[in-house]
């Protein structure tokens, strides 16, 4: 009886599992279908779910009128810039808070709490008014800075820290070494598969970032791909197929890197997940 229960529930949970796959992969396949069709084809009634012969129209259109590049550009340098600075400034903040002893130790790591808690959006406000008064507004210094302070990043390595013996670095203060060459000699390689899962998780949130950049950049060739895919319009009005062009193009790296890269970015979902 209990395996006629558990048969049941298991075929109730896969059925459920491929509505939820198909009900998620649906709209990628048709930004995807969108992409492949003429502009007057988009808003036909029935929709055409299968475009044959596909037509390329929409990112040849996209590649010769836009500057599609240099915002493909902005968007690489930009997200490579706040993965590594993120990651470096990360491990130093999270090492200390673990291992060294300082006054406003709590503090800190309390104010790291409070910022983990705080939805981006309610701080968008000062930021930008913060980069005003620096002169920082339309600059790669504007689109990267506030995105380098990540409180996620450090408590996440901080517990990954915490579980280090203390002899490792007690010995090798013994032996004379600084902390610097104690974090990136001995607690960086024994904690390479959360920094490389944490790496991909930051630059794909990066790389797919809307908010900011439409924030702090209001001129074309500072844009990055997801701000700039709203720059993309007809004469006519909207133009889908455009749009759903530059999101193809736009979804490679992000997509590349979550297929090479899949079981460690399930390692940095799941880490931040246990901490929520």
């Known amino acids: 009886m209990k395996t006629g229960k558990t048969s049941i529930l298991g075929i109730a949970c896969t059925v459920f599992t491929v509505i939820l796959a198909i009900a998620w992969l649906f709209p990628v396949y048709w930004m995807g279908a969108t992409s492949l069709k003429?502009?007057?084809?988009?808003?036909?009634?029935?929709?055409?779910?299968?475009?044959?012969?596909?037509?390329?129209?929409?990112?040849?259109?996209?590649?010769?009128?836009?500057?599609?590049?240099?915002?493909?550009l902005n968007t690489v340098i930009t997200s490579v810039s706040v993965t590594f600075l993120c990651i470096l400034f990360s491990l130093m903040c999270a090492y200390a808070l673990s291992r060294l002893e300082f006054w406003g130790k709590r503090i800190l790591y309390a104010s790291l709490l409070v910022g983990f808690m705080l939805p981006f959006a309610t701080m968008a406000v000062p930021l930008f008014m913060f980069m005003t008064q620096l002169n920082f507004v339309n600059s790669f210094?504007?689109?990267?800075?506030?995105?380098?302070?990540?409180?996620?990043?450090?408590?996440?390595?901080?517990?990954?820290?915490?579980?280090?013996?203390?002899?490792?670095?007690?010995?090798?203060?013994?032996?004379?070494?600084?902390?610097?060459?104690?974090?990136?000699?001995?607690?960086?390689?024994?904690?390479?598969?959360?920094?490389?899962?944490?790496?991909?998780?930051?630059?794909?949130?990066?790389?797919n970032n809307f908010l900011w950049p439409l924030i702090v950049t209001n001129s074309t060739p500072m844009l990055t791909v997801p701000v700039g895919m709203t720059q993309v319009q007809s004469a006519y009005g909207v133009a889908f197929?455009?749009?759903?062009?530059?999101?193809?193009?736009?979804?490679?790296?992000?997509?590349?890197?979550?297929?090479?890269?899949?079981?460690?970015?399930?390692?940095?979902?799941m880490a931040a997940a246990g901490l929520k």
């Open 38 to 72: 003429a502009e007057t084809d988009t808003i036909v009634n029935p929709p055409i779910l299968f475009p044959w012969p596909p037509n390329l129209d929409a990112f040849v259109y996209i590649i010769q009128n836009s500057p599609f590049f240099r915002w493909y």
């Open 241 to 269: 197929a455009k749009i759903c062009a530059t999101g193809v193009l736009a979804s490679i790296p992000t997509a590349a890197a979550y297929i090479l890269f899949q079981k460690r970015v399930t390692q940095g979902i």
């Open 141 to 207: 210094a504007g689109l990267i800075a506030p995105q380098v302070a990540t409180p996620l990043a450090v408590i996440v390595f901080k517990q990954f820290f915490d579980e280090v013996p203390r002899d490792f670095r007690d010995a090798a203060l013994i032996d004379g070494a600084s902390e610097f060459k104690i974090l990136f000699k001995i607690y960086l390689p024994v904690n390479w598969s959360i920094v490389w899962a944490m790496s991909i998780i930051i630059f794909i949130g990066t790389w």
